[in-house]
């Protein structure tokens, strides 16, 4: 699969277009331009999106940013945009 880089961001980064979709809901949501890293240990999703599928929540999360604070993904997740 090929894919162009979103070149509105500097440098260029990898996006994707993806859909959310809810099991218990049974809805989809989306399409969405996500950013890729293949690096990352999780992906974070913005609560609109999954408020939009009626997501339920599976477990809570914890984020530990570079300086070291720990602090919610369900707080920290208003701060990370797609």
């Known amino acids: ?10 440098p ?14 049974d809805e ?5 331009s996500a950013i890729l890293d293949t690096a990352s240990d999780a992906t ?3 609560l609109e999106f999954l408020l939009t599928i ?11 940013g570079i300086t070291g604070d720990r602090q919610s993904a369900a707080s920290a997740s208003s701060m990370f945009l797609f």
Not at 54 to 64: L, Q, S
């Open 1 to 10: 699969m090929k894919q162009a880089y979103d070149n509105s961001y500097y």
């Open 12 to 25: 260029p980064i990898p996006t994707l277009d993806v859909r959310l979709y809810s099991s218990i809901a």
């Open 28 to 32: 989809f949501a989306g399409p969405f």
């Open 44 to 46: 974070l999703v913005p």
């Open 54 to 64: 009626d997501a339920e929540e599976t477990a809570p999360g914890w984020m530990i």
